[in-house]
């Protein structure tokens, strides 16, 4: 049912900037469009970002539009997520995530902080 | 942005109990509705979507049901490794939406 990888992410100062991967394997990736969720401990989960099948559709949550990049590349089955200008509170762990009617599978996980 | 409101916070029950889980939307989001498992450590996994519809290789002991603003998951036959922090999500309208969560507990 495939499986998601995650790697980047750990300790950055506000104002800084971090890259998440997320590679792909067990299915079709170019078929399926991709998103970040992300949880802030103690909080619920938050949808961060989508993108479309094809890449050609982008959306972000207000909480992060103009400071996150999320990219995507379908020949080498990989999700990526480009957070810049970066904040405290967007200190959480984020996850990468296949949509399937649900998020379904769900990556390990890779976590963020962001401190002083 | 709609609202997912989950019910209770906390749930403790015993092994072979039923539990059951509530969400409410702040407006209709028809079935279009995923429930989740989160256990401390692990990555959160899709058991229900489109309100009713198992996943893979989710147990029948998982039953979710619902339509418009109203949902509900229960799970029979509890035993100690359905405990988690359950959370419900709206997927009807952009950004899709979870409720605060629901610790379940097996006593």
Partial sequence: ?116 | EVVVAQSPGTLSLSPGDRATLSCRASQNVGTYFSWYQHKPGQAPRLLIRDSSNRATDISPRFNGSGSGTDFSLTIDSLEPEDSAVYYCEQRNNWPHTFGQGTKLEIK
């Fill in chain 1, 1 to 116: 049912e495939g499986q998601l990888m995650q790697s980047g992410g750990g300790l950055v100062k506000p104002g800084g900037s971090l890259r998440l991967s997320c590679a792909a394997s067990g299915f079709t990736f170019t078929t399926y469009s991709m998103n970040w969720v992300r949880q802030v401990p103690g909080k619920r989960l938050e949808w961060v970002s989508s993108i479309s099948a094809s890449g050609g559709l982008i959306d972000y949550a207000d909480s992060v539009k103009g400071r996150f990049t999320t990219s995507r590349d379908n020949a080498g089955a990989s999700l990526y997520l480009q957070m810049d200008s970066l904040r405290l509170e967007d200190t959480a762990m984020y996850y990468c995530v296949r949509d399937k009617r649900g998020y379904d599978p769900w990556g390990q996980g890779t976590l963020v902080t962001v401190s002083s």
